[in-house]
């Protein structure tokens, strides 16, 4: 059975270091002798909003530093200049504080990985090599939002589509179909170890950059990911079964999708739940089936 915990609180910065406190054991033994690589999500450089807080990436940081004695990496290839990103955001700011290291994935190595264009052939994205590095242990930092094309964004999104490097973003969004799948594809590639999802404050209507804040107070980690984005569903008030690539995740067994197969630890989903304003052409994204 896997285990996701949420938090609810005022605090960031705290709720997320609570949230992986009540999963600590799991998270130690997945990390053991591997390099930890932080992937916020950086989908503007310029929105807070649309973007993972620094207060988020010090709650993560707060609970490493406990146990985990080697340097983090936090890193992203950003809509953008990624460099902006860590700039207007504040994330300059972790280096004063913690052993961490910056880094910009659209200037790293990539491997070439195949996905499907809308008449089903295959063809090549550029894929981050440290994020397809199995000896990395990566933590997507993702936070609650809707989206224009996939109904929500979550943490296995957050990686699969981080992992992409700018420029070929764009490719990966075919058909409504192919869009889905073509993050399942990316996603099996890189799916993370370990979800930090922050709901302090989240994004409902036109995301993911363009929607509105939603106050919601709550954190959700896991080391199931796909567990932890269908909870997250729950409390965004989102039917699970209509988002396509969390659909196609759980029928390629990339987690645990069943509710009767997740254990909650800390707050109740139903303390928790915030129905959220679904995109103005949310109806249209659910063709994809």
Known sequence: MSKVSIIKGESRRDNIRKSLELIAEGVKKGIGEKQVVIKPNFVSTSIQLAASHVDQMKGILDFLKEFYKKRVIVAEAAVGDTQDGFKNFGYNSLLDKYDVELMDLNQGPYKSIPIIDSSGRAFNVRVSGLLLDKGNYLISAAKLKTHDTVVVTLSIKNMAMGSVLHFDKVKVHQNLRQTNLNIVRLAEQVLPDLSVIDGLVGMQGNGPT??????????????????????????????????????????????EADINNIKVVGASIKECITPFTLHSHVDEQYKWK
């Open 210 to 255: 363009s929607g509105d804040p939603i106050q919601v107070g709550i954190a959700i980690a896991s080391t199931d990911p796909l567990a932890s984005d269908r909870i997250a569903c729950e409390v965004m008030g989102i039917d699970f079964l209509k988002v396509g690539y969390l659909y196609y995740c759980a029928e390629r067994g990339l987690g």
